[in-house]
């Protein structure tokens, strides 16, 4: 069969342009159909945002960076009401260290992070830039390297915490890695080559980029959340100690060694596509059934949509329109508010604000 990666590498090198058969597969799901789940999702975030201009608390700079992100990747414009608000907001909360953050909060990194992507998507260019440029500086000096720890080897080296120097996590290094990337760093930044050396060590995959206590213990070429601090997998450990794949952190891996600059031929893109291949499925977060589902969502919209194609084959030799079953998926559990929520509430899941700002994100990227 003709695998993704064979695709993605003519796509980033410009070799071919991508085509689709006519008449091979299903008809995605109507485009009025998703343009409505849109429009109900972004109403509801708009009837919910506080009059400071955050959502769910004024605190919340973490999760009012993610609604106001949503809600402009879903076509609201910047002159838009409930999006001056929230550009209002988040300018609110610069400091002077760079960081864009809660002064409580100890989840400065992530929310910078998330701060970061959501004033590039208002793209109001120079008027954002330098809070931009220092956001991604400050993200840069929290990081985990030659200042937290001595050798390289250090399994917390390279990886981005929810704050101060928290222990690292693949899920908030590759928000780190998105927002640098959106910002315009270079793959080959130092910031994200160190990245990329936390990000294979979350890797069930025992290689010379990979020689943790774990890396060969499950070596299925899925990822887990940390192998630091003893490590941890959201989706437990084998009695062996082995650290479970799942998948929101498989996609989160794969997307982020695309963001570092691995080529499709690379060992480790192969074996995080081929466990994708294995557990392709939007009935559940493989690994976690329903737990996280919605940021599983917006993290499979990503990544698949970077590897460039309309459709995916699986490990049965199965083509998916992915695009189409991911609005299906979508559409399908928004209520009648036009909300989603998740009934798993782990991860905040439960907070209506967060989960339709993860599904309209997710929903981004089901128009081909």
């Known amino acids: 069969m003709q695998r993704v990666p064979i695709l993605v590498f003519a796509l980033l090198t410009g070799l071919i342009g991508v085509s689709i058969s006519p008449g091979?597969?299903?008809?995605?799901?109507?485009?009025?159909?998703?343009?409505?789940?849109?429009?109900?999702?972004?109403?509801?975030?708009?009837?919910?945002?506080?009059?400071?201009?955050?959502?769910?608390?004024?605190?919340?700079?973490?999760i009012s960076a993610l609604c106001l992100h949503s809600l402009l990747v879903s076509g609201v414009e910047e002159d838009d009401p409930a999006v001056k608000k929230g550009l209002s907001y988040l300018t609110s909360h610069v400091k002077p260290d760079g960081g864009i953050y809660h002064t409580d909060s100890k989840h400065r990194n992530y929310e910078t992070c998330i701060s970061i992507m959501a004033l590039l998507s208002a793209n109001r260019g120079q008027e954002d830039r330098k809070t931009i440029d220092n956001a991604v500086a400050f993200v840069k000096k929290l990081q985990w390297d030659e200042e937290e720890v001595q050798e390289l080897s250090h399994p917390s080296y390279g990886g981005s915490g929810y704050g101060s120097h928290s222990r690292p996590d693949l899920s908030n290094t590759t928000f780190f890695l998105e927002a640098l990337r959106s910002a315009g760093v270079s793959a080959s930044d130092p910031a994200?080559?160190?990245?990329?050396?936390?990000?294979?060590?979350?890797?069930?995959?025992?290689?010379?980029?990979?020689?943790?206590?774990?890396?060969?213990?499950?070596?299925?070429?899925?990822?887990?959340?940390?192998?630091?601090?003893?490590?941890?997998?959201?989706?437990?450990?084998?009695?062996?100690?082995?650290?479970?794949?799942?998948?929101?952190?498989?996609?989160?891996?794969?997307?982020?060694?695309?963001?570092?600059?691995?080529?499709?031929?690379?060992?480790?893109?192969?074996?995080?596509?081929e466990w994708i291949e294995q557990h392709?499925?939007?009935?559940?977060?493989?690994g976690l059934d329903q737990q996280g589902l919605f940021y599983y969502y917006q993290t499979f919209g990503k990544t698949l949509d970077i590897l460039g194609e309309d459709r995916f084959e699986d490990a049965n030799g199965k083509t998916h329109d992915w695009r189409r079953d991911l609005a299906t998926a979508l559409i399908s559990r928004q209520k009648a508010n036009g909300s989603w929520t998740n009934e798993v509430e782990r991860w905040y899941e439960g907070n209506p604000d967060l989960a339709t700002a993860y599904s309209l994100m997710a929903l981004a990227y089901t128009h081909e």
Not at 208 to 217: D, L, S, V
Not at 280 to 286: A, C, K, Q, S, V
């Open 280 to 286: 392709y499925t939007l009935n559940e977060n493989p």
């Open 24 to 62: 091979a597969e299903e008809p995605s799901v109507a485009t009025d159909r998703v343009d409505q789940s849109v429009h109900r999702g972004v109403d509801y975030l708009k009837s919910t945002q506080l009059d400071d201009g955050s959502w769910t608390d004024s605190k919340a700079v973490g």
């Open 192 to 273: 994200v080559q160190k990245a990329l050396i936390f990000v294979s060590r979350c890797q069930n995959r025992e290689s010379e980029h990979n020689r943790t206590e774990f890396a060969g213990k499950v070596n299925d070429g899925g990822f887990y959340y940390t192998p630091a601090a003893g490590g941890t997998s959201q989706a437990g450990a084998n009695d062996d100690g082995g650290l479970r794949s799942y998948a929101s952190m498989t996609y989160a891996g794969l997307k982020s060694m695309i963001y570092a600059g691995l080529t499709p031929d690379d060992p480790r893109v192969q074996a995080a596509q």
